[in-house]
């Protein structure tokens, strides 16, 4: 017997590899023999580059970049086992998880250290790309990331603008005569999960600024530096990005990418599946675990653990859902998807336990379900 196991992360108490890991645990307790095949994955957000590099057998680089408020940090970039293609978080140099409460500034926050990460790779020769843009703590409409890349924002006196979403109010013109010329000659694959447009309520800064700090009347003031950001592209070059479909992804970076890469964008568990060849690894598999922290309707707008499923009913292999909680009003519509689905937190299991002892009790339950299928 062959089982997969590709959970997500367990937000809060495991990386995906580690849940993975648990998993298997779990299925060697019950039978050693049982053959197990980690590929733990990722939305596009948090841990994609870690599932890659796992999955891949790729390596990661260390890097001194700039955080969101312009101080040095050490992030990483993942090379991918090909040794061609390099996997960019975003929030690695540009995240919510990188400042304090008391430090959200979404008036001042850039994404300059991403652009970093990137010319860095761009200085070692690789030309592919996939970038994850979940968890950015910035605003900016990416212009900090374009400036590291040599692209220069400035008001009506030639001056260069400072950083952040705040400072576009004055912006005037874009001089891309010092763009990095090696982008054009590179692709991106964007992992993102948003397709909400650059501005407007449903927009990048109404609908994702209040968790970066923005206040109401702050949030008015950024979508307004937003349209004079995107008019200002749209004069330069001819495109308009106000309401393209995933250019509000990371504050604005999205849109970035729309207008300046040669860029694709795809839901992130796809970028992952297709990255670490899901499908071909499943054919000869008899079942399929994945999970992730918690599992509701969230998850069922392409969430990790449904890109899983959907993708083993192609090949009809049964997928189980075992996830640290499951929401009680999602349960009818994930059975759908589902053969199986079990919650570490139940009636004798409190929410706060499962977290604290996750590894533990996501042992137990995989080794209960599976203990069920095997008898099947």
């Not at 970093?116 to 910035?138: M, N, P, Q, W």
């Not at 008019?231 to 300046?260: L, R, Y």
């Amino acid at each position: 017997m062959k089982i997969v196991i590709s959970p997500d992360s367990f937000k809060g108490s495991l990386s995906a590899t580690e849940a993975a890991q648990a998993m298997a645990a779990g299925i060697r307790s019950l039978d050693s023999s049982i053959e197990t095949l980690i590929l733990p994955v990722a939305d596009g957000g948090e841990g994609t580059m870690e599932s890659l590099i796992r999955a891949t057998h790729g390596k990661t680089i260390s890097v001194t970049v700039s955080d969101p408020l312009r101080r040095s940090i050490t992030a990483e970039y993942g090379v991918l086992g090909d040794g061609e293609t390099c996997v960019i978080e975003m929030a690695k140099a540009s995240g919510l998880t990188l400042l304090i409460t008391e430090e959200l500034n979404a008036l001042r926050a850039t994404s300059f250290g991403t652009g970093e990460l990137i010319l860095d790779a761009l200085d070692k020769g690789y030309r592919k790309f996939i970038v994850g843009l979940g968890g950015s703590a910035t605003n900016d409409g990416g212009t900090g990331m374009l400036k590291a890349l040599g692209m220069k924002f400035q008001n009506y006196l030639g001056e260069e603008l400072n950083d952040g979403g705040g400072a576009l109010k004055e912006l005037a013109r874009i001089d891309l005569t010092q763009f990095d010329r090696r982008i054009a000659e590179s692709e991106f694959i964007i992992a993102s999960d948003v397709d909400n447009p650059f501005i407007g309520h449903n927009g990048a800064t109404f609908v994702f600024g209040p968790q970066k700090g923005a206040t109401e009347e702050l949030v008015d003031i950024l979508d307004r530096n937003l349209k004079i950001l995107a008019d200002v592209i749209e004069c330069s070059i001819g495109i308009s990005i106000h309401n393209k479909e995933g250019a509000g992804a990371a504050g604005g970076m999205g849109g970035a990418f729309q207008a300046f890469f040669p860029s694709m964008m795809k839901p992130g568990i796809q970028v992952v599946m297709e990255a670490v060849d899901f499908e071909s690894r499943i054919l000869d598999a008899d079942l399929v675990l994945t999970g992730e922290g918690k599992s509701d309707a969230q998850t069922l707008s392409g969430k990790a653990p449904i890109g899983i499923a959907k993708a083993a009913k192609e090949y009809n292999v049964p997928v189980f859902l075992i996830s640290g909680s499951v929401s009680n009003e999602a349960v009818q519509e994930l059975a759908k998807y589902f053969h199986s689905i079990g919650s570490i937190a139940d009636e004798n299991i409190s929410i706060e336990n499962s977290m604290e002892n996750a590894e533990h009790h996501l042992k137990m339950k995989t080794r209960e379900m599976v203990s069920k299928f095997i008898k099947i």
